[in-house]
């Protein structure tokens, strides 16, 4: 797994390559607390390269979400989401939970 | 029965993932169906190594994978802690965010992804997560 934050004015967009399962979903984390930290809550997350991504990972955004949505300062959203993840987050009731968007800038765009 | 033992660590998630995945796609599944069986070998593993092992540690996961006919009969061994799988109650899914429960969600995935999955426990076997999906 490999994680890029790039800051924007209004936003972090923060890609995620390769496999994020139990092994690398605590660096996945941590990227995402470290934005939080930083005061950091609208983030628009890349998913254009990641290959595999399982609960451990789901886990991890939904703990985020939680987070930048409180006192509304903010929100997570899914962008590129390969056919495979949407599945399986649609599987697991979690599609409902993110917007998602097709085009970077667009996310970027909508903060 | 080819069969594989890996140490309880998240760092050999990969290999097993690859282990069935090698054994669906020579069986013909559909690269969705193996997505699936990957994601399904992954969660039982993790739960393994989580619940069962309570961490990771060097105690031996056994992985076995085969074709029986059109199914693919994966089956997951520890010797950790055996647990109740009536007693994983299923996430409910259209709670809103604030009170979205993320515990037994790997269970519900692997009940979902799979055609069976099947749970035994015993001191002379260890405890045995048999998974089976069919071949569309």
Redesign the interface.
């Known amino acids: 797994m490999e994680i890029t934050t790039q800051e924007f004015k209004h936003c972090d967009l923060i890609k995620v390559k390769g ?1 994020v ?3 690398t979903a605590p660096q996945f984390s941590k990227t995402l607390e470290k934005a939080n930290e930083h005061g950091r809550f609208k983030i628009a997350i890349d998913m254009a390269e990641l290959e ?1 991504m ?3 990972g ?2 991890a955004l ?1 703990a985020t ?2 987070n930048c ?1 409180r006192y509304n300062r903010g929100e997570v959203v899914l962008v590129r989401v390969p056919e ?1 993840i949407r ?2 987050l649609e ?3 979690f599609t409902e ?1 993110f917007k998602t968007f097709d085009d970077p800038v667009e996310a970027v765009g909508s903060f | 029965m080819p069969s594989y033992t890996f140490p309880a660590r998240f760092e050999f998630l990969d290999e097993i993932r690859e282990t069935v995945a090698q054994v669906a796609r020579a069986g013909g599944f559909s690269e969705k169906a193996i997505y699936s069986i990957q994601l399904a070998a992954d969660e039982a593993s993790s739960n393994i190594i989580e619940h069962a092992y309570e961490g990771e540690s060097d105690s031996p996961l056994d992985l076995t994978c085969e074709m029986q006919g059109d199914d693919i009969v994966i089956i997951l061994r520890d010797w950790g802690k055996s647990f109740n799988p009536a007693g994983v109650k299923d996430p409910n899914l259209s709670a809103d965010l604030s009170t979205r429960q993320v515990g037994g969600l790997g269970m519900y995935l692997m009940r979902k992804l799979m055609d069976t999955v099947r749970y035994e426990s015993n001191a002379r076997t260890g405890n045995l997560l048999i998974m089976t999906k069919r071949r569309e």
């Open positions: 496999r399962d139990s092994s595999y399982s609960s451990a789901f886990r939904l979400q939680r949505k495979r599945e399986a599987l697991a009731g939970l």
